[in-house]
C-alpha cells in the first residue's frame, strides 16, 4: 500500500505492506483523512529544520473508510461497515484500529469526509462552554475548528454569537454559517471592542495565539468564562496570561481539550448525529485533495490559502 512519511523536505509516498492486526483490531481501507492544523505544525517545523532533513514520521489521525477485514474477537462491526476512528499514522491507502475505537458513520455523511476525530474534540469542547440560555458569546478564530464551535454555541442556547478575525474571507464563512455579528480585529483593539459591543457572557478562545487569550480577558464579564480551544504549540506553549484580571473578574477559564478516549467517542458519536441531521454545516469548510498532492494541501494550508479552511486527502 501507499503511505505519506513527513521529512525535511515535505511528505514522501513510499511502498509499504499492509499492515497486521490483531484478534480486537480492525484493517479499514481509507477513503479520506482530515489534515490536523497539528500535523501543520509538524510539516512547518520540520521543513524549516535542517536537522529533520533525513528523519521521517507518520502522521495523520482523522481518517474515515470501509471495514476490510476484522480480528477474530470483533463482533461489533464487519466487511462493508463505514467508519470513522480514533487512531494514527492515517495517511496511507489502509490503517489498524482497536474495535473499541470505531464509530459506525451514519449513511447521509459523505464517508471521505466524515470527519469523526475534530467533530469530537469540538463536541467534547462545546459539553464545557458554560452557556446559559440567552448568553452573550465571542468566538475569537474563524478557522475550522472556530467556524465549528460557532456553530455549537448558537445550537447550545447563546442569544448571539459575535465572531472575531483577521481575515475577511473567514468572517464572510462566520456570517454565512449564522453568525449575528462578525468584527476584523485587525485596527481595533481590545479596549475599543468593549466600547463598542459590551462585556461577554462566554469568551470562546479558538486560535492557539496569546492575543486571543489577552481579548478574551477584557471581553469577558466579572465571573463569566473563557474557554480555551486553541491548540498552543509555538512558543513551546508558553504564554503570558493577566491572572491578576482573572482573579478580580472571578473568571471561570476552562480547558476544553480532551484526552480520554470513552468521551472522545461519546463526542465523536453526537458530532456525526449533529451533521446527519443537518444542524451542524461541515461541507462548506472542507476543501478535498487527492492523496498524490499531499504536499500541495499543506502548501496551500500553510499559505492560508483563500477560502481553505480544512484540507482533507481523498484516497
Same mark, same amino acid.
Given at each position: 500500500?501507499?503511505?505519506?512519511? !513527513?521529512?525535511?523536505?515535505? &511528505?514522501?509516498?513510499?511502498?509499504?505492506?499492509?499492515?497486521?492486526?490483531?484478534?480486537?483490531q480492525v484493517l479499514v481501507k481509507t477513503a479520506g483523512c482530515g489534515i490536523c492544523e497539528g500535523d501543520l505544525f509538524q510539516y512547518?517545523?520540520?521543513?524549516?529544520?535542517?536537522?529533520?532533513?533525513?528523519? #521521517?514520521?507518520?502522521?495523520?489521525?482523522?481518517?474515515?473508510?470501509?471495514?476490510?477485514?476484522?480480528?477474530?474477537?470483533?463482533t461489533e462491526f464487519k466487511p462493508g461497515d463505514r467508519v470513522t476512528a480514533l487512531t494514527g499514522e492515517e495517511y496511507a491507502e489502509? #490503517?489498524?484500529?482497536?474495535?473499541?475505537?470505531?464509530? !459506525?458513520?451514519?449513511?447521509?455523511?459523505? !464517508?471521505?469526509?466524515?470527519?469523526?476525530?475534530?467533530?469530537?474534540?469540538?463536541?467534547?469542547?462545546?459539553?464545557? &462552554?458554560?452557556?446559559?440560555?440567552?448568553?452573550?458569546?465571542?468566538?475569537?478564530?474563524? @478557522?475550522?475548528?472556530?467556524?465549528?464551535?460557532?456553530?455549537?454555541?448558537?445550537?447550545?442556547?447563546?442569544? +448571539?454569537?459575535?465572531? #472575531?478575525?483577521?481575515?475577511?474571507?473567514?468572517?464572510?464563512?462566520?456570517?454565512?454559517?449564522?453568525?449575528? /455579528?462578525?468584527?476584523?480585529?485587525?485596527?481595533?483593539?481590545? @479596549?475599543?471592542?468593549?466600547?463598542?459591543?459590551?462585556?461577554?457572557?462566554?469568551?470562546?478562545?479558538?486560535?492557539?495565539?496569546?492575543? +486571543?487569550?489577552?481579548?478574551?480577558?477584557?471581553?469577558?464579564?466579572?465571573?463569566?468564562?473563557? /474557554?480555551?480551544? @486553541?491548540y498552543h504549540q509555538s512558543g513551546g506553549g508558553m504564554r503570558n496570561i493577566d491572572v491578576k484580571t482573572w482573579n478580580y473578574k472571578?473568571? /471561570?477559564?476552562?480547558?476544553?481539550?480532551?484526552?480520554?478516549?470513552?468521551?472522545? !467517542?461519546?463526542?465523536?458519536?453526537? @458530532?456525526?448525529?449533529?451533521?446527519?441531521?443537518?444542524?451542524?454545516?461541515?461541507?462548506?469548510?472542507?476543501?478535498?485533495?487527492?492523496?498524490?498532492?499531499?504536499?500541495?494541501? &499543506?502548501?496551500?494550508?500553510?499559505?492560508?490559502?483563500?477560502?481553505?479552511?480544512?484540507?482533507?486527502?481523498?484516497?
Amino acid at each position: 500500500m501507499k503511505t505519506a512519511l !513527513l521529512t525535511g523536505n515535505g &511528505f514522501v509516498i513510499q511502498e509499504v505492506d499492509i499492515p497486521k492486526f490483531g484478534p480486537n483490531q480492525v484493517l479499514v481501507k481509507t477513503a479520506g483523512c482530515g489534515i490536523c492544523e497539528g500535523d501543520l505544525f509538524q510539516y512547518v517545523c520540520r521543513t524549516s529544520d535542517p536537522d529533520c532533513q533525513q528523519k #521521517f514520521i507518520a502522521v495523520g489521525h482523522e481518517a474515515s473508510g470501509v471495514v476490510e477485514v476484522v480480528g477474530d474477537a470483533v463482533t461489533e462491526f464487519k466487511p462493508g461497515d463505514r467508519v470513522t476512528a480514533l487512531t494514527g499514522e492515517e495517511y496511507a491507502e489502509y #490503517f489498524v484500529a482497536e474495535k473499541a475505537n470505531l464509530v !459506525l458513520v451514519p449513511e447521509k455523511t459523505p !464517508l471521505e469526509s466524515a470527519l469523526g476525530e475534530p467533530l469530537a474534540c469540538c463536541l467534547h469542547a462545546a459539553n464545557r &462552554f458554560n452557556i446559559r440560555l440567552g448568553d452573550k458569546v465571542g468566538v475569537i478564530g474563524c @478557522g475550522f475548528m472556530g467556524l465549528i464551535i460557532q456553530q455549537l454555541a448558537a445550537l447550545s442556547g447563546a442569544s +448571539a454569537v459575535h465572531t #472575531f478575525d483577521l481575515i475577511d474571507w473567514r468572517l464572510a464563512m462566520s456570517k454565512k454559517l449564522g453568525a449575528d /455579528n462578525t468584527i476584523n480585529v485587525s485596527d481595533k483593539s481590545s @479596549g475599543q471592542i468593549l466600547s463598542e459591543l459590551g462585556e461577554f457572557d462566554v469568551m470562546i478562545e479558538a486560535t492557539g495565539v496569546e492575543a +486571543a487569550i489577552s481579548m478574551s480577558t477584557t471581553l469577558v464579564r466579572e465571573h463569566g468564562t473563557i /474557554n480555551l480551544v @486553541g491548540y498552543h504549540q509555538s512558543g513551546g506553549g508558553m504564554r503570558n496570561i493577566d491572572v491578576k484580571t482573572w482573579n478580580y473578574k472571578a473568571l /471561570n477559564v476552562i480547558n476544553g481539550h480532551v484526552r480520554r478516549a470513552d468521551e472522545k !467517542l461519546e463526542a465523536m458519536v453526537a @458530532g456525526l448525529k449533529l451533521v446527519d441531521s443537518g444542524k451542524l454545516q461541515l461541507a462548506p469548510l472542507v476543501t478535498n485533495y487527492k492523496f498524490a498532492d499531499i504536499n500541495t494541501a &499543506f502548501e496551500e494550508l500553510k499559505s492560508r490559502k483563500e477560502g481553505l479552511f480544512k484540507g482533507n486527502l481523498i484516497f
